[in-house]
């Protein structure tokens, strides 16, 4: 059974009440419940996306379809995950998605004077957030191979949940830690009511800077214009604007996400970064569910930077996802790799289904759940189809 003594009290908040729980990851099974009684779409500006032409990174990258398994036993024992044995399995993924050396790999994605952003998932702290194992590993990858600790950024949407999974300063000397944006759960839970720790005099999120106004998603929708919306969300109108981090800063990403489920589909590669990588995105899941993860994903300042997927396996979520749920947790000693995060996706996707189905997780097989998938196939940018999707085991 997980650790639950290294949970901080931010943590607790989420995990064990579902008014937060909910306020941060939102009701999976409820959108899908109403996408499927009201199927009309929204607009959204992605044809302006798509309209801009792809360089040689853009998605589905260098190996579409392509999805590398590696597992070992020996990662985790009594709870506690091996740092060597995490770094071989690291090293031994990247080698058999690219076929060359971790020397040769790394030239095949970057250059010495990249900025690379390592994207993590946080949520569920000290129970299924990004290992911070996996993350060492990534870096050591990179520093090994020539790339300064300085050109690296760990980051995530909110910043108080990198520090919560340990994403902090001490645990990564000379490495950046960034969120896109801050948000005061007190304030959130109605606990308080002094909103002056995320509220400008001006009435503007204090993390209103970190978005970049000139590139965003947009979508007919209009966001709540309550305060506790716009606590969470920064903006509330039509507009999802990226990061600026992203925008301006980072030249590559890599995504690491975890292995978890939320309701019948998953909370992977594409979910990671399609909820993660912009603001104002509660007022999406209703009309869009999961197309939010494809046509995010679709704009260059990602697209075109996304050059590598690592999804942590080394413990694993089957239901009561996307929020964290010890009971439902397992201990899976699994990585995957891939470029291509659709590819990725749907490979997780069908092992979770299994893994669901023999627990005795009732199943909804509907194909709404990966839709967005298929989507992103006909957009260009990734591999559905399994019969195209080659898997190997390393």
Aim: glycine share 8%; net charge positive.
């Amino acid at each position: 059974m997980p650790n639950f003594s290294i949970m901080t009290r931010r943590t607790f908040l989420r995990t064990g009440s579902a008014i937060g729980t909910g306020i941060v990851l939102g009701t999976p099974a409820i959108w899908a419940k109403e996408q499927t009684k009201n199927p009309a779409r929204p607009k959204t500006n992605v044809e302006e996306a798509l309209a801009i032409p792809k360089t040689p990174f853009s998605l589905p990258g260098k190996f579409p379809g392509k999805v590398v398994k590696t597992q070992n036993d020996s990662a985790t024992k009594d709870e506690k995950f091996d740092q060597q044995v995490v770094r071989e399995m690291v090293f031994n993924g990247i080698e058999k998605l690219t076929g060359k050396s971790a020397a040769e790999g790394f030239g095949l994605f970057f250059d010495k004077k990249d900025i690379v952003g390592i994207k993590v998932n946080p949520v569920g702290a000290g129970l299924i957030s990004t290992r911070l194992e996996v993350v060492r590993a990534v870096i050591d990858w990179l520093t090994e191979n020539g790339l300064s600790r300085k050109n690296i950024v760990i980051w995530d949407r909110f910043d108080y949940m990198l520090a919560d999974a340990g994403f902090t300063a001490e645990n990564f000397p000379g490495v950046k830690i960034e969120g896109l944006q801050t948000m005061d759960e007190e304030a959130a839970m109605g606990k308080t009511s002094d909103n002056s720790r995320w509220l400008r005099k001006d009435g503007k999120h204090v993390s209103l800077d970190n978005f970049d106004q000139k590139v965003y998603y947009w979508v007919d929708v209009e966001g709540p214009k309550d305060l506790a919306y716009l606590n969470q969300h920064v903006v509330n109108g039509k507009y999802s604007y990226f990061g600026k981090l992203l925008t301006q800063k980072l030249t590559k990403i890599i995504n690491i996400p975890v292995f978890k489920n939320t309701g019948n589909g998953i909370s992977m590669a594409t979910k990671n970064l399609g909820y993660g990588s912009v603001c104002n995105t509660n007022r999406l899941h209703r009309p869009l569910f999961f197309d939010v993860c494809t046509e995010v994903l679709a704009f260059p300042v990602i697209r075109d930077k996304l050059v590598l997927n690592i999804t942590d396996g080394l413990r694993a979520q089957y239901d009561g996802g996307p929020g964290p749920n010890a009971k439902f947790t397992y201990t899976y000693n699994t990585l995957f790799f891939a470029t291509d995060p659709f590819a990725l996706d749907m490979t997780c996707h069908n092992l979770l289904v299994q893994k669901r189905k023999e627990m005795g997780v009732k199943v909804n097989e509907h194909p709404r759940f990966t839709e967005y998938l298929r989507y992103a196939e006909r957009l260009g940018i990734g591999v559905a189809d399994p019969a195209k999707i080659e898997v190997i085991s390393a």
